[in-house]
């Protein structure tokens, strides 16, 4: 059963970069038809995609955070990653990394990791 | 971008009832590719639909999913203690992909 772990620094400054790791245990990314992507959570408020990545290493961005947002894969380690530039409070919320199926239904989820964006 | 919008945003409710939540899309989703979440306090959200009527592994057959084009729906046929939480309904049919802004159910 695959298992997905979110990892990262719970406190950013803003202006700087968010960076965060997925760590998937119970499936290998580099197989299968999977794709392996990002969705946050402001505090008391709704869900957004924020982008997926292939094991091929295409990756698919929401608009409203492409150029700030990058999505990547580290294969030895079973890995991927979220780099978020230029933060500001708006970008305060609980990131949850997810096992993307390939149509974009979200079945297997972290347990979420929250990242603040405070001086 | 498919903009969703649930309704309503709370539902009051009894263990035992029939509930049933609505999503509405700002165009028609195409082939249906429409999801629905639960999320309970401090929970990662789960998984219940897909392809807006079939039931994810081990959903219980109390969950429902209907609908097609722009109006979907989310029943629950009989409330257990245990279902009171927010549901979300997303659409994967065309991209960005997008989330409904939630229907808390609570008792």
């Known amino acids: 059963q695959v298992q997905l772990q979110e990892s990262g620094p719970g406190l950013v400054r803003p202006w700087e970069t968010l960076s965060l790791r997925c760590s998937v245990s119970g499936y290998l990314i580099t197989t299968g038809s999977y794709h392996w992507g990002w969705v946050r959570q402001p505090p008391g408020k709704g869900l957004e995609w924020i982008g997926s990545i292939f094991r091929t290493g295409k990756t698919y961005y929401t608009p409203s955070l492409m150029g700030r947002a990058a999505i990547s894969m580290d294969k030895s380690r079973n890995q991927f990653s979220l780099t978020l530039s230029y933060v500001t409070a708006a970008d305060t919320a609980v990131y949850y990394c997810v096992r993307d199926k390939p149509s974009g239904i979200f079945d297997s989820w972290g347990q979420g990791t929250l990242a603040a964006v405070s001086s | 971008e498919i903009v969703l919008t649930q309704s309503p945003g709370t539902l009051s409710v009894s263990p035992g009832e029939r509930v049933t939540l609505s999503c509405r899309a700002s165009?028609?989703?195409?082939?249906?590719?429409l999801a629905w979440y639960q999320q309970k306090s401090g929970q990662a959200p789960r998984l219940l639909i897909y392809d807006a009527s079939a039931r994810a592994t081990d959903i219980p057959d109390r969950f429902r999913g209907s609908g097609s084009g722009s109006d979907f729906s989310l029943t629950v046929s009989w409330l257990e203690p245990e279902d009171f939480a927010v549901y979300y309904c997303?659409?994967?049919?065309?991209?960005?992909?997008?989330f409904g802004g939630g229907t808390r159910v609570e008792i």
């Open positions: 997303q659409q994967y049919g065309i991209g960005p992909l997008t």
């Open positions: 165009q028609d989703v195409p082939g249906d590719f």
